[in-house]
């Protein structure tokens, strides 16, 4: 309960119900899509939408757009620790979202990095995300980035599938 935010404990006082507790029962309690989100069901969705929204992020992108996603992998690439990276890989994902310029595409991809912010996704990046898988995984982003600026859609829809499968093959072992 504790680590859920139900209590706090203070020694020598006692333990008390938060402030923030009603709320998180609540989320509890309507099924909060963030909390019972599991990593093969999020990769499941991560396929399914990401590749789709290529062609509005091929038609809609702006210069600020690519400038954001640039601005994404230099940071992930400088990044010194694997949250640092895993974030920035993150705000990647988010970025090229925000470039379909759809606020419901922004927003499911919100709730996704949510869901990518869980302890369980936490765990399986730290067992998976190897030195060279890390490398590559900027690569990929690299190459990415570089299909969506030149608006080449066969390309960049092929290099988000094989990028998704390959984290799919690292975090889930399939």
């Not at 601005?71 to 379909?100: N, P, Q, R, Y």
Request: aromatic share 6%; charged share 25%; hydrophobic share 40%.
């Amino acid at each position: 309960m504790k680590d859920r935010g139900l209590i706090s404990q203070t020694v020598g006082s006692g333990t008390y119900i938060t402030e923030q507790a009603a709320s998180s029962l609540m989320s509890l309690a309507t099924g909060d899509p963030v909390r019972l989100t599991s990593p093969a069901e999020l990769m499941e969705a991560r396929l399914a939408l990401e590749p789709a929204i290529i062609d509005m992020v091929i038609g809609n992108a702006t210069s600020a757009d690519f400038d954001r996603m640039e601005v994404c992998c230099v940071k992930a690439e400088a990044a010194s620790t694997l949250e640092e990276f895993e974030h920035w890989d993150g705000m990647l994902h988010e970025v090229i979202a925000d470039a379909a310029h759809n606020s419901f595409v922004t927003s499911v991809f919100k709730l996704m990095n949510q869901v990518r912010t869980q302890g369980e996704w936490g765990m399986l990046k730290k067992r998976s995300v190897t030195p060279e898988r890390r490398t590559a995984y900027q690569n990929e982003h690299r190459l990415l980035v570089g299909a969506l600026k030149d608006r080449d859609l066969a390309r960049a829809k092929d290099l988000t599938v094989n990028h998704l499968l390959n984290v799919r093959r690292n975090l889930l072992n399939f």
